[in-house]
Structures are given as C-alpha cells and as structure tokens.
C-alpha cells in the first residue's frame, strides 16, 4: 500500500510543486508513488530518452517506491475515458490513503485534463464493480497542487514546512536539467514560506 500517491501530466511536475512533501512523507516512513501520464517530450527542446532518464533519476532521489510513466502525448492529454481506464490499474495496485494531483486551474491544458481524469479514476476504481480484486479501496482524500501560481490568485488551504527537507527537493528540480525548473520552484516554495511563516513551505489546495 501506498501512502501518498502524486498523479501528474509531465515528468517535473511533482519535482516543482510537492517534492518537499513527499520527501518528508518518506523520512517519516510512509510510503510515496507517483504516477506521470507523458514523457514530457514537447517540454522546451529534450528528446522524451533525456526526460525520462531526468525523471527517473528524479524519483531515485525521492526514493519513490511506485513510480511509472504513462505513453499518453505531450500536450495532448485529454479527460477521456482511456486515459481514466489507464490510471485505474495503478490506483488499485498501490491502493493510495492520499492521491495529490494538479489543480485545475493550472494554465497548461495536460494538467487541467490529468486533474479531472485522476477525480474520475479515483471514484471509478472504488467501485467494487470495477474491481479486479476482492481488496476494498477508497482513499482518504484527493489533495491538489497548482504549477501556477502567477496566473492563478487562489492560495493553498494547507501549507507544509519544508525548510528539513529543502535540499532534497532542489536535487529533485536539479535532475530535470533540461527544463531548469530549480528558479521556479524555488521562488515557489519561498513564496508559500513567507506565508506560512517559515523559510521554506508547498501548498496544497482541498478542492
Ligand atoms: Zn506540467
């Protein structure tokens, strides 16, 4: 069983928006997936071999202990039921407590699309009906982190003191070299620090 599992559109979304929580999650002994429907081929100019390797040495240094990525197209996710039937698989093998996914008021179309198919596939793979098991799952709750912060005005319910775990997470953005996030997420996490009255904070969204 999985404690915490992140499902996202591209391969740093994670990296950029929650890695200080799931590092945490992981010093403090919960278990931690992540679930990435592209290969970010269409991200900046790296080839889908140089993102993936990104994105695999990524969630070594989270030590993630589910991690897969679908084949769905960069930029070209959409809220449709294979894209719903193909996360339903994961969500019952890990059986997550807690599914963190992208908001969706995100700006980039593949995240709104991963937002909305991650809701359906949670209620979908719940329903006994649907199972391909006996095991009984519901998760506890479906929480949300946003890539977006300058377009969208909303601010996070919860924030997470991520100050112990920084350096993790900017080794986490660093490993996505072709993408250079690092200067973002980290005027990101210095931002919701500010707010939450800390060094360094993620934010989630309940809804
Ligand atoms: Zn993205």
Redesign the pocket.
């Known amino acids: 069983m999985i404690d915490l599992l992140a499902v996202?559109?591209?391969p740093?979304?994670l990296e950029v928006c929650a890695s200080g929580i799931f590092a945490k999650a992981k010093k403090e002994g919960y278990k931690t997936g992540l679930v990435i429907f592209t290969r970010g081929e269409s991200?900046g100019y790296a080839r889908q071999d140089v993102r993936e390797k990104e994105a695999e040495e990524a969630a070594k240094i989270l030590e993630l202990d589910y991690f897969v990525m679908l084949d769905f197209p960069d930029a070209g996710v959409y809220f449709e039921k294979s894209a719903v039937d193909a996360l339903i698989p994961h969500l019952r093998n890990c059986s997550p407590r807690y599914v963190l996914t992208?908001l969706e008021e995100?700006y980039?179309p593949?995240?709104v699309a991963v937002s909305k198919i991650t809701k359906a596939a949670c209620f979908t793979a719940g329903l006994k009906k649907y199972s391909q098991d006996d095991m009984d799952w519901h998760y506890e709750a479906i929480l949300y982190f946003g890539?977006d912060n300058k377009r969208n005005k909303r601010r996070p319910d919860i924030y997470v003191d991520i100050t112990d775990v920084i350096d993790i997470k900017k080794k986490s953005c660093e490993a996505h070299r072709s993408q250079k996030v690092l200067p973002y997420a980290m005027n990101l996490a210095e931002e919701y620090g500010r707010a939450a009255g800390v060094k360094y904070a993620e934010g989630l969204f309940l809804s």
Do not use: M
Request: hydrophobic residues 25%; charged residues 35%.
């Open positions: 996202c559109a591209h740093d979304d991200g992208l995100d980039h593949d995240h890539a």
